[in-house]
């Protein structure tokens, strides 16, 4: 079992619209928790670190769930530049820099 | 301020070969972290270097090396190259007492034939 799986996609989305997924993660000693975006064979980029207690940066908002060891992301207003892989990412507490991604979940945004 | 930089940009070698890539971290960065990704996968973490040595090791084998200088670069070493080693070489550099933030760099593309 992969420690970090994702639905890979493709999600298509109407302009505008709202889409949102999940990942899960099998490690329950996991302490922090990232969604990376990374645009077709560059760099995967900070989007956003998730918190507990869930949290919001403009249109992205992710939630964690513990209990249940699964991670969202929310787009609102889709733009057609959101069109990327975006990447679950899990870190246990004692591995500094030792990041465990998922395999993405691709999202095309359509006109 | 230059981000996170890797050389060479693609690559091309065939089995058996040797490999070596390079990776500046960025400015005022201490530590630096290498990843595979291929083809439809996620990053994989292959190690990663702080103060000169090697503190974590994912599951690679020991035909991948690395190496880290005073000035906090990098080098990836890879030997006897296999035709999966074909991939996206990925480093990322943190600031080890500074918090989880990492920065990526481009990466390297590997092609072995």
């Known amino acids: 079992r992969k420690e970090v799986e994702q639905d890979p996609g493709p999600f298509n989305v109407p302009e505008g619209a709202t889409v949102a997924f999940n990942c899960t993660y099998s490690?329950?000693?996991?302490?922090?928790f990232f969604w990376y975006r990374q645009d077709c064979r560059k760099e995967p980029k900070l989007l956003m670190s998730?918190?507990?207690s869930g949290n919001e940066d403009g249109r992205f908002t992710a939630q964690l769930n513990r209990a249940s060891q699964y991670i969202s992301l929310l787009i609102r207003d889709s733009k057609l530049s959101d069109s990327a892989t975006y990447l679950c990412?899990?870190?246990?507490?004692?591995?500094?820099?030792?990041?465990?991604f998922g395999a993405g979940t691709q999202v095309v945004v359509t006109p | 301020d230059a981000g996170v930089t890797q050389s060479p940009t693609h690559l091309i070698k065939t089995r058996g070969q040797q490999v070596t890539l390079r990776c500046s971290p960025k400015?005022?960065?201490?530590?630096v972290s290498w990843y595979q990704q291929a083809l439809g996968q996620g990053p994989q973490f292959i190690f990663q270097?702080?103060?000169?040595?090697?503190?974590q090791r994912g599951n690679f084998p020991d035909r991948f090396s690395g190496h880290q200088f005073p000035n906090y670069s990098s080098e990836l070493n890879v030997n006897a190259l296999l035709l999966g080693d074909s991939a996206l070489y990925l480093c990322?550099?943190?600031?080890?007492?500074?918090?989880?933030?990492?920065?990526f760099g481009s990466g390297t593309q590997l092609s072995v034939l």
């Open positions: 990322a550099s943190g600031l080890h007492s500074g918090g989880e933030k990492l920065f």
């Open positions: 490690n329950s000693a996991s302490q922090s």
């Open positions: 998730v918190y507990s």
């Open positions: 990412v899990v870190k246990a507490g004692d591995s500094w820099g030792k990041l465990q």
């Open positions: 400015s005022g960065h201490d530590t």
């Open positions: 270097y702080y103060e000169e040595e090697e503190r």
